[in-house]
């Protein structure tokens, strides 16, 4: 079964920069088209950016475009969120999940229209004003 493990997460203050990465074990990762979620409290989890499976093609919601870029190392089975310019709004727990895998979701609509099967435990991220 997929296994997802999100590290990175942490105190920063506004302005400041952070990545963080997310591994993917116990399937091919190349197979899976992955994305990145958050949820600060008391608000609903939001899809925050995606990549397909191959890289090829990223998806990023409009409150995060321009400052947070999604990547990915197939070498290294992990995929990244850089996330430059952080605000105060921008605290919450970040999640990545990934779908079911197959090769499937490619294009920009289908990563925004994807299920996502597996989810990784979280980390937080604090932006002090």
């Known amino acids: 079964q997929v296994r997802l493990v999100e590290s990175g997460g942490g105190l920063v203050q506004a302005g400041d920069s952070l990545t963080l990465s997310c591994v993917l074990s116990?399937?091919?990762?190349?197979?899976?088209?992955i994305g990145w979620f958050r949820q600060a409290p008391g608000k609903e989890r939001e899809f925050v950016a995606g990549?397909?499976?191959?890289?090829?093609?990223?998806y990023s919601d409009f409150s995060v475009e321009g400052r947070f870029t999604i990547s990915r190392d197939d070498a290294k089975n992990t995929v990244y969120l850089r996330m430059n310019n952080l605000k105060p709004e921008d605290t919450a727990v970040y999640y990545c999940?990934?779908?079911?895998?197959?090769?499937?979701?490619?294009?920009?609509?289908?990563?925004?229209?994807?299920?996502?099967?597996?989810w990784g435990q979280g980390a937080q991220v604090t932006v002090s004003s």
């Open positions: 990549i397909s499976w191959n890289g090829a093609n990223t």
């Open positions: 116990g399937r091919t990762f190349s197979d899976y088209a």
């Open positions: 999940a990934a779908d079911n895998g197959g090769r499937v979701n490619y294009y920009v609509d289908s990563i925004r229209g994807a299920s996502w099967a597996s």
